[in-house]
């Protein structure tokens, strides 16, 4: 006769299916959400709708997030990896939502395998013309239906009608980007149009999750933070359903810093991030913290050639022009002297002309304090406060900006910094329905410091500070506001 089990291993277990249910629930409501959002017509289109739902979507995650910290780490490791393709597919059933830079993305890449320079002409340039589809060049008398136009679907340029936005102006985007572009364009299947853009998206999206989880697993942290990535409904619309590439430059990032030491092959993989989208340069000091001068330049040196090799046959074919348009995007978002759009809070206590240089002071001095007190051993800690904090000072509209920093605190576990994130989108989402004032501005980047604030002061509270963790315990297990973790359990 079987002896009946203890009554407290009955209730564990009802308990631990429970929390699982309970978990697996708040995903299937996080998916339908993002569903709904990505299928509102665009932000132009309801702005108020969109809103809405990627406003249930953040309390969804933040609720689901919560939930599965108490689910037993291998059913938890399963949870994650099926949320986030739940949360992929959802954002695939739909085409871009909010943002048509993936069209210059399959141009670009149209444009390299007939042997052109992504970098030599505008999309609009006549020697371009017999490489134009009615997808992404439709007739010009489709730029003419109003509908269309207000909600910028459509961009005319003379008498070339687009869905690529900046028409006129070359392509902004560094070389490694450029090869992704190209080998989208090259493995997929004729008549593809934006789902091949979108399918390349989801597989870096996945493929940072599965990074995330092996390289907290490998550390001996707790691998359910790996949702905070996984999960974050910025992740299925920015690197799926919008299809970014900063997604690219995010999981090079996550494999720099999780699974290589501090020498040629982080330095590399850096300089590869960097090349995708060049703001990945604010995880360098991440990467360097606490290293001698020596060893810092087995990072650097590397780093700088990756760089340098990936724009070479880019600049023999369009010599300077391989800067594209970025000189024109800097003036044109505001980060020139005296304009309204960076700098907000900084604003609100600086007359204007000072904001310029107290924003790069504030950031020197949080590269310096990582560069001299991080932890080597953690340099995702470093590479978020320098990265997160560079994102509050400028206070950018786009919340795709902000996917590195969502990578960074599942590495971390400072859950406070996805305030960042939610900030951007807040201020892009709310821009279209009430205008990208400064007082919108300053409302969600400022509640997204306060957060960040609250969040260190409770932490710091809670447990005793390590010597350079940037505010983080030395122990691996105390990365969250939540009862110790779980053992970890082969998976």
Not at 62 to 89: E, F, I, M, Q, S
Not at 368 to 390: E, F, H, K, Q, Y
Request: aromatic share 6%; glycine share 10%.
């Amino acid at each position: 006769m079987i002896p009946p089990r203890p009554l407290g291993c009955h209730r564990g277990g009802v308990g631990i299916r429970l929390r699982t249910a309970v978990t697996t629930a708040l995903l299937t409501a996080l998916t339908t959400s993002v569903v709904a959002a990505v299928h509102t017509g665009g932000v132009l289109a309801d702005p108020g709708r969109i809103l809405l739902w990627y406003g249930v979507a953040w309390a969804l995650f933040a609720a689901a997030a919560w939930a599965v910290r108490k689910v037993p780490v291998r059913a938890a490791t399963t949870l994650v990896l099926a949320g986030a393709a739940a949360l992929a597919v959802a954002a695939l059933t739909a085409p871009p939502s909010t943002s048509s830079d993936m069209y210059r993305y399959a141009w670009d890449g149209k444009v390299q395998a007939a042997g052109v320079s992504p970098y030599t002409y505008a999309p609009v340039a006549p020697e371009l013309a017999p490489l134009r589809e009615n997808w992404l060049f439709p007739p010009e008398a489709t730029c003419q239906d109003p509908t269309l136009v207000r909600k910028r679907e459509l961009h005319a340029a003379g008498d070339v009608c687009t869905r690529i936005n900046r028409p006129t102006v070359h392509t902004i985007y560094p070389p490694v980007a450029e090869g992704w572009f190209l080998t989208v364009h090259e493995l997929s299947p004729g008549g593809s149009r934006h789902k091949a853009i979108q399918t390349g998206g989801a597989l870096l999206s996945m493929g940072t999750t599965v990074a995330l989880l092996t390289v907290l697993r490998r550390r001996g942290r707790d691998p359910r933070t790996a949702a905070l990535w996984a999960w974050c409904p910025a992740v299925p619309v920015e690197a799926v359903n919008n299809a970014h590439i900063d997604t690219l430059g995010v999981l090079l990032t996550v494999l720099a810093l999780g699974t290589a030491t501090a020498g040629t092959r982080r330095g590399a993989l850096l300089g590869a991030a960097i090349a995708v989208k060049l703001y990945p340069v604010l995880a360098l000091p991440g990467a360097l913290s606490g290293l001698r001068p020596r060893r810092a330049a087995r990072v650097l040196l590397p780093a700088v050639a990756v760089i340098a090799l990936g724009y070479l046959p880019y600049v023999s074919a369009s010599g300077a022009g391989v800067l594209g348009y970025l000189p024109g995007y800097l003036h044109e978002e505001g980060y020139e002297s005296g304009s309204v759009h960076r700098f907000a809070l900084l604003r609100l206590i600086l007359p204007d002309p000072a904001a310029g240089p107290a924003a790069i002071a504030l950031l020197l001095l949080a590269v310096l304090c990582v560069l001299r007190r991080g932890d080597p051993a953690r340099p995702w800690s470093g590479a978020l406060l320098v990265t997160g904090t560079a994102l509050l000072i400028t206070s950018p509209a786009y919340s795709w900006y902000a996917l590195l920093v969502a990578a960074l605190v599942a590495l971390d576990g400072r859950w406070e910094w996805l305030s960042v994130p939610a900030a951007g989108a807040a201020l892009y989402l709310g821009g279209a329905l009430w205008g990208k004032g400064v007082d919108l501005q300053s409302l969600s980047y400022g509640t997204a410091t306060l957060a960040v604030l609250a969040g260190a002061a409770l932490r710091a509270r809670r447990a005793p500070v390590g010597p350079a963790s940037g505010g983080q315990p030395r122990t691996e297990q105390a990365t969250t506001p939540s009862p110790p973790a779980m053992p970890s359990r082969p998976l």
